[in-house]
């Protein structure tokens, strides 16, 4: 218990240094609320064969013929901007756009063709050299005021090709593409461009994981959220950003649930009970186990594409969660909760913030859900971690 950070300590004494408790309340009920309706649209463009579709199916963790999955192909086969929504987030988008570069591409008019309106981001995909059409398109989005990243696609494809050379360089090749990259941008205004080198059939090489960092962080937070909980868990750093964005929402919950008057629950050993929403628990929890891919359905996508058979991956399942998350589920969690480990963190809090004294159901109660979210969520992550490590082939 010691150990355990408390993260949200300044946000809630802010929170309750302005405001009374139902009005912090209030405002967290909205903050959820807000984070549920959040859209993001993400524009995936670039010449016709860059491996748009490709990038597309790969950061929704679908290979190319799943169902659902954007078509692939070495014809072209993406004319119409056509979008794709992560099935358990609708909200959140990648759209699939015709691709640029044909005899009498106008970058102004190409992006008024796709609504450019829409998207929260572009990110241009070049498979080749840089070109005048990557120069245009990213010169008018800049003009429009938004924002891309460059992705320099299929770089297992380049390796392969520069490998046949006896002066064969891996980290001069790649330190060669990105240069011409960034010198192709600069050249047309654009200030310190970012350039990602990837490919897209294998995203735990080469710089998908810095792409999808400088994203994550480019983004205001509500966005950034749904971002991350709904990227598949495709990568241990991942993987490890997911749990730290969740984290932070969990004194929030903690401080809803136990602002509001809800089921009393007697602790384990100890003659009190702890008043909490049950409800919240259950959902955020879910929300967990879906968001690192523990799910039966994610767990045989990573088998398919990792060729790891499934069973070896749910032999690394450690949680008692993995059966099933329901109301008595968590209120097991909560009565068997040891009472003197919450009741010291308790204290804790109330030590930095008086004001949660004053709670409907009690510091306790804040303390109890606090504590077993985090340990969930570490439960969880730790799981998730061990499912990819497993899927890399390497020891857990
Ligand atoms: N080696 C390699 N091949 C790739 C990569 N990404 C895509 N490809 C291949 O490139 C070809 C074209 O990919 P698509 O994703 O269909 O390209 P697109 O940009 O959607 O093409 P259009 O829809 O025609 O504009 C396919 O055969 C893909 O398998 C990659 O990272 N590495
Ligand atoms: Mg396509």
């Known amino acids: 218990m010691e150990d355990l950070e408390l993260i949200g300590v300044e946000e809630i004494k802010v929170s309750l240094g302005f405001e009374d408790l139902p009005s912090a309340v209030d405002r967290i009920k909205h903050y959820f609320e807000q984070q549920n309706c959040v859209e993001l649209n993400i524009g995936v463009t670039g010449e016709s064969g860059s491996g748009k579709s490709t990038f597309v199916n790969a950061f929704r963790g679908l290979g190319d013929e799943e169902e659902g999955s954007a078509e692939t192909g070495v014809v072209e086969t993406t004319k119409v901007p056509t ?41 241009i995909i070049a498979s080749d050299r840089f070109r005048e059409c990557h120069a245009n398109l990213a010169a008018e989005i800049v003009k429009q005021n938004k924002k891309f990243y460059f992705v320099r696609s299929k770089i297992d494809a380049s390796i392969a090709a520069e490998q046949r050379k006896k002066t064969f360089n891996k980290e001069q090749t790649l330190d060669d593409i990105r240069k011409d990259c960034i010198a192709g941008l600069e050249n047309v205004g654009v200030n310190s461009p970012a350039v990602f080198l990837i490919s897209c059939f294998d995203f735990a090489l080469y710089d998908f994981n810095c792409l999808e960092e400088t994203m994550e962080k480019e983004l205001p937070q509500h966005k950034r959220h749904v971002l ?17 964005e969740l984290q932070k929402n969990i004194w929030r919950l903690a401080l809803l649930s136990a602002g509001v008057a809800a089921i009393p629950i007697p602790l384990l050993n100890a003659a009190v009970s702890i008043s909490v929403d049950v409800g919240i628990l259950v959902s955020e929890l879910k929300k967990y186990y879906n968001a690192f891919g523990l799910d039966p359905d994610s767990l045989q996508k990573l088998s398919d594409r990792s060729g790891k058979p499934v069973d070896e991956l749910k032999a690394v399942l450690k949680s008692p969660l993995h059966k099933e998350i329901n109301k008595d589920v968590v209120i097991k969690l909560l009565t068997g909760s040891s009472f003197f480990a919450v009741e010291a963190a308790a204290e804790t809090w109330l030590g930095l913030i008086p004001g949660l004294g004053s709670l409907v159901s009690g510091s306790l109660s804040f303390a109890t859900v606090y504590f077993i979210l985090n340990q969930c969520l570490n439960e969880l992550a730790q799981d998730a971690h061990n499912v990819l490590m497993t899927a890399l082939q390497t020891e857990v």
Do not use: C
Not at 97 to 105: E, S
């Open 83 to 123: 979008s794709y929504s992560y099935p358990k987030y609708p909200n959140v988008k990648l759209w699939d756009l015709p691709g640029i570069g044909t005899p009498n591409f106008k970058a102004d008019e190409y992006l008024k063709d796709v609504e450019f309106e829409r998207y929260d981001f572009f990110i």
């Open 228 to 244: 991350m909980v709904a990227l598949p868990n495709i990568t241990l750093e991942i993987n490890e950003r997911k749990k730290k």
